[in-house]
């Protein structure tokens, strides 16, 4: 088993193009089945629809979530089609099974009031110290205004936190001193064109002057590498509590917060599509629910 799923990681890795949080996910399931397959003396080669049924059973006793129990289907479901494919198995234990339906979440988005009020925090430096940790107030601004800058772009572009923190500068196209778009490289190793708002452009190409072109975009440093994405959900989290926002806003929620204000501007789901990557329409789709939830509040005093 051990050596099949490095196999399988590597296929998911240099062959799908797999990012590799999206290949951590995939272990850390797959060691999950690896150790209840163990608890309960079954072979990985040999189990039935059946087991996988206890083994959903299982995971529900256990408390884990409806979301995260399909997830886990799903990625056995992909685990032992490949296994199958390549001899591993002789029997897919997964195909038969009806398969846990992901439950439809209304995703958390930022109205309008609270991404200006993120905006005026972020650019209220007040709070940067003038000395921490070895550190001097304008290295700490340095900080700031970088992660500034990659909210901000979040915001224009619908990003992924992954796709942003891999941009270099030569992604970012500049036409007379405005960024027009960005080159961005997704899911599956996919590569797509994000327009940029003007007004954006401009900062944007700014930020990139006397740079070099294989640097990365948001670079701690010229020529460094740029923060981990567990690094920036925790300083988008000080700035969330800066500004006094009641929400649990994670750089994904920012995304929600870009297709959220297309919607409204009557974009249309398949360009919402194209925009943020989605290989499926299915994906984009739970941004109509975004839109009945702000409809209801609307006629909610009527």
């Known amino acids: 088993f051990e050596q099949t799923r490095k196999d399988f990681l590597s296929f998911l890795k240099y062959t799908k193009g797999h990012a ?3 290949c951590y996910n995939y272990n850390s399931d797959l060691s999950i089945w690896q150790c209840w397959l163990i608890e309960a003396k079954l072979d990985w080669q040999n189990c039935g629809p059946t087991d996988v049924e206890h083994f959903v059973s299982h995971l529900s006793r256990e408390g884990v979530g409806a979301h995260a129990v399909a997830r886990k289907i799903s990625c056995l479901a992909t685990f032992y089609k490949w296994a199958k ?4 198995v002789q029997e897919d234990p997964i195909y038969q099974i009806e398969k846990p339906k992901r439950p439809r979440r209304i995703p958390v988005w930022l109205e309008t009031e609270e991404q200006n009020a993120l905006i005026k925090a972020t650019r ?7 000395n921490i940790f ?4 304008d290295s700490l601004l340095a900080v700031r205004q970088r992660y500034e ?3 901000e772009l979040i915001q224009k572009s619908g990003l992924r936190i992954s796709e942003a923190l891999g941009l270099k500068i030569r992604d970012a196209r500049v036409v007379d001193g405005v960024a027009k778009s960005i080159r961005v490289i997704g899911k599956g190793n996919k590569e797509r064109q994000v327009p940029l708002p003007e007004s954006f452009g401009r900062v944007l190409a700014l930020s990139v002057v006397g740079k070099g072109t294989d640097d990365y975009l948001f670079a701690k440093k010229p020529g460094g590498k740029p923060p981990t994405a567990h690094a920036v959900r925790a300083y988008l989290k000080k700035l969330i509590e800066k500004a006094g926002i009641d929400k649990k806003v ?6 929600h917060t870009y297709a959220t204000r297309l919607l409204e501007k009557d974009v249309q789901l398949v360009d919402i599509q194209a925009l943020l990557g989605h290989e499926s329409i299915a ?5 109509t629910h975004a839109g009945q939830e702000r409809l209801s509040k609307l006629v909610a005093d009527i």
């Open 20 to 22: 590799d949080t999206t």
């Open 85 to 88: 494919r390549n001899s591993k």
């Open 124 to 130: 209220n430096y007040d709070d940067i110290p003038d």
């Open 134 to 137: 070895g550190r001097s107030r």
């Open 149 to 151: 800058l990659l909210f």
């Open 250 to 255: 994670t750089p994904h929620k920012l995304r």
């Open 283 to 287: 994906t984009t789709q739970i941004y």
